[in-house]
């Protein structure tokens, strides 16, 4: 059974930096063709793909945020961490984390965490 | 980017109905289209993959069609649990994007 859970704190300050870690179980991130996503929604809002490790280590952001993200894994303890800088309130979200199906030609998520919700506020 | 553009934004339906959503993607993207299910409050579930393949354990009334650049999920024999919202995916290109959402609501 495949299994994702989001953690990180719920409050961020402006110009900080949030740390989310999603730490999986039931598949291995060495296996080909897998990877982890980090999704977002803002209330109220659609959902915004942010960026995606896969298990060849190759990394892919969201242009719109790249310069703020930085997704990283650590397959001997089943983890991937992404960290946001300098946020702003704009960055309140629920935060996911998502297995990734990954190939050549397609991405998709078919396991989902529960979702992480931070705020950012002074 | 290669948006992706939902339409209705929002459905009215009964229970017994049959509900079509389109999805339109800006580029072509072959087949490379998933459909997600999202209720308050959880985190979105996927339903179709490929633009016609059923995820596991998703009941046969959903199903998906199209190719290119238009897409449609239907849900036939509406039932309670069906009334939620529902985003499409192209999931052929980065950055991966989402449509804006439906949400199908009781009539």
């Known amino acids: 059974q495949v299994t994702l859970r989001e953690s990180g704190p719920a409050l961020v300050k402006p110009t900080q930096t949030l740390t989310l870690t999603c730490t999986f179980s039931g598949f291995s991130l060495s296996t080909s063709g897998l990877g982890v996503s980090w999704i977002r929604q803002s209330p109220g809002k659609a959902l915004e793909w942010l960026a995606l490790?896969?298990?060849?280590?190759?990394?892919y952001y969201n242009p719109s945020l790249k310069p703020r993200l930085t997704i990283s894994k650590d397959t001997s303890k089943n983890q991937v961490v992404l960290t946001v800088t300098n946020v702003d309130p704009v960055d309140a979200a629920t935060y996911y984390c998502?297995?990734?199906?990954?190939?050549?030609?397609?991405?998709?998520?078919?396991?989902w965490g529960q979702g992480a919700l931070v705020t950012v506020s002074s | 980017d290669i948006q992706v553009t939902q339409s209705p934004s929002f459905v009215s339906a009964s229970v017994g109905d049959t509900v079509t959503i389109t999805c339109r993607a800006a580029?072509?993207?072959?087949?490379?289209l998933a459909w997600y299910q999202q209720k308050p409050g959880r985190a979105p579930k996927l339903l179709i993959y490929?633009?016609?393949r059923l995820q596991s354990g998703v009941p046969s009334r959903f199903s998906g069609r199209g190719t290119g650049m238009d897409f449609t999920l239907t849900i036939s024999n509406l039932q309670p649990e069906d009334f939620a919202t529902y985003y499409c995916?192209?999931?052929?290109?980065?950055?991966?994007?989402f449509g804006g959402g439906t949400k199908v609501e009781i009539k």
């Open positions: 995916q192209q999931a052929n290109s980065f950055p991966l994007t």
């Open positions: 490790i896969d298990w060849d280590d190759d990394k």
């Open positions: 490929d633009a016609s």
């Open positions: 998502a297995r990734t199906l990954s190939t050549v030609t397609t991405n998709w998520f078919d396991s």
């Open positions: 580029h072509g993207i072959s087949s490379w």
